[in-house]
């Protein structure tokens, strides 16, 4: 007699995107529509997503990559300027500073949080005695608002421009003197960045966007999404107008080197449709949190597996949740780790290999091992379990119960 087939193991990324119906329905019409970029669907995502923020302005493109050079361009950032960003970040946050030529300083983070620590920062910036440094651009890591309020503070006694990547942060929001201040609103920062990458609260495919309360801003963001291409006000009168004064109906120009760094409407539509769920998404991502908490603190002992922590006086958004494990106490490597779990059908990933420790910024910068005990200290013991808000909490108690399995069987096998 042949044995019953074992059941099929549900697999659990670190992070999965949410399609509903509707979201499909709203793609298919514009499908449907005259309009498959360049269209109406992108005005009404970034006035959606204006209205969701508190801002004035939000300006969508291609992704948070090309919103970070955006905002690099529309700051006229380039050669013989600084940018100042976080040592624990993705590869994005400083390479938009060498896109236009810049060069970057990193600061170091708070190993407990994995966020920008204010005094390695301050370091950087006591050591700027030419103010070179225009732009810093810290980093709302794992969906934990940054100390803004104080960084905002800095960077206005520097002289520099405060670019908060919140890429990780939609839904998030801080307090500060009594008031509560949306991440994006532009209370603190000049200019903020998203991202609708799938594994985002939001997703648009790919995508992102530029919050900014500012006109000039905005309009020269606008510029340089689409070419550095201009259909009004014109710069060459002779060849723009027609006889009568009014504009040749072909004509365009360029005054500036801009990119294509435009959204379509058929992402438009989708990061429209999932944006209405944002405030649920926010709520089961902080209900999962509170889970794995609970059940962290009842499976291990203090200390070996302890999740980042959180300050008061913040709405965290989760985009991920990062625990960090003693392995060199449980005599288990971190890969080991993975590929364990990764066969019980548990996906976990590492946020983020610190930037200035990369080959490329070693070469450029002269960076390397010791720079940067924070960033270093918290990498060694970083882990992303599964978070999104369609996992179950059955899903969460088995993440955990294998978890403790495969750290207690590291533990033995010393």
């Not at 995107?17 to 979201?23: C, H, N």
């Not at 709203?26 to 209205?51: C, H, I, N, Y």
């Not at 994005?92 to 600061?107: H, K, T």
């Not at 000049?190 to 997703?203: E, I, L, N």
């Amino acid at each position: 007699m042949e044995s019953a087939d074992k059941p099929e193991i549900k697999f659990l990324p670190y992070g999965h995107q949410g399609i509903t119906q509707e979201d499909i329905d709203a793609v298919v019409e514009v499908l449907k529509s005259d309009w498959l970029t360049q269209g109406p669907m992108v005005a009404a995502f970034e006035e959606a997503l204006a209205r969701k923020l508190g801002t004035a302005h939000a300006v969508a493109c291609s992704s948070g990559t090309a919103a970070l050079h955006l905002a690099m361009l529309a700051l006229g950032i380039g050669p013989g300027d600084k940018v100042a960003t976080s040592a624990n970040t993705f590869l994005a946050d400083a390479n938009c500073a060498r896109y236009v030529g810049a060069d970057v300083v990193f600061a170091d983070v708070d190993p407990d949080t994995g966020i920008l620590a204010v005094p390695s920062l301050e370091r950087l910036l006591a050591a700027d005695v030419e103010r070179r440094i225009k732009v810093i651009i810290p980093v709302h890591f794992a969906g934990q608002p940054a100390a803004l309020p104080r960084i905002h503070e800095l960077a206005q006694a520097h002289g520099a421009t405060l670019v908060d990547d919140a890429c990780h942060a939609l839904g998030a929001s801080y307090e500060h003197d009594g008031a509560w201040h949306v991440v994006g609103s532009g209370a603190h920062a000049a200019m903020t960045v998203f991202s609708f990458h799938p594994v985002k609260h939001v997703t648009s495919g790919e995508g992102g966007a530029v919050a900014t309360s500012d006109d000039r801003l905005a309009n020269r963001l606008r510029l340089f999404r689409n070419h550095g291409m201009i259909r009004q006000d014109f710069e060459i009168p002779a060849m723009a107008l027609a006889p009568d004064g009014s504009a040749n109906p072909w004509y365009y120009e360029m005054p500036a080197l801009g990119y294509n760094y435009r959204l379509t409407d058929i992402q438009s539509a989708l990061g429209y449709s999932q944006l209405r769920r944002l405030d649920g998404s926010v709520h089961r991502r902080n209900e999962i949190a509170r889970l794995y908490h609970r059940l962290i603190a009842e499976h291990f002992e203090p200390g070996l597996v302890r999740p980042l922590e959180t300050a008061p006086g913040v709405v965290h958004a989760y985009h991920l949740f990062v625990v960090r494990i003693d392995f060199a106490r449980l005599r288990i490597p971190r890969a080991a780790v993975m590929t364990r779990l990764r066969r019980a059908g548990i996906g976990t990933q590492v946020h983020y290999i610190p930037v200035p420790l990369q080959p490329y910024y070693r070469s450029y910068g002269g960076t390397k091992p010791g720079d940067f005990p924070g960033a270093e200290a918290y990498y060694a013991q970083a882990l992303s379990l599964p978070m999104y808000p369609d996992l179950t909490d059955g899903d969460c108690i088995r993440v955990i119960e294998e978890l403790a399995l495969v750290l207690t069987a590291g533990t033995h096998s010393g």
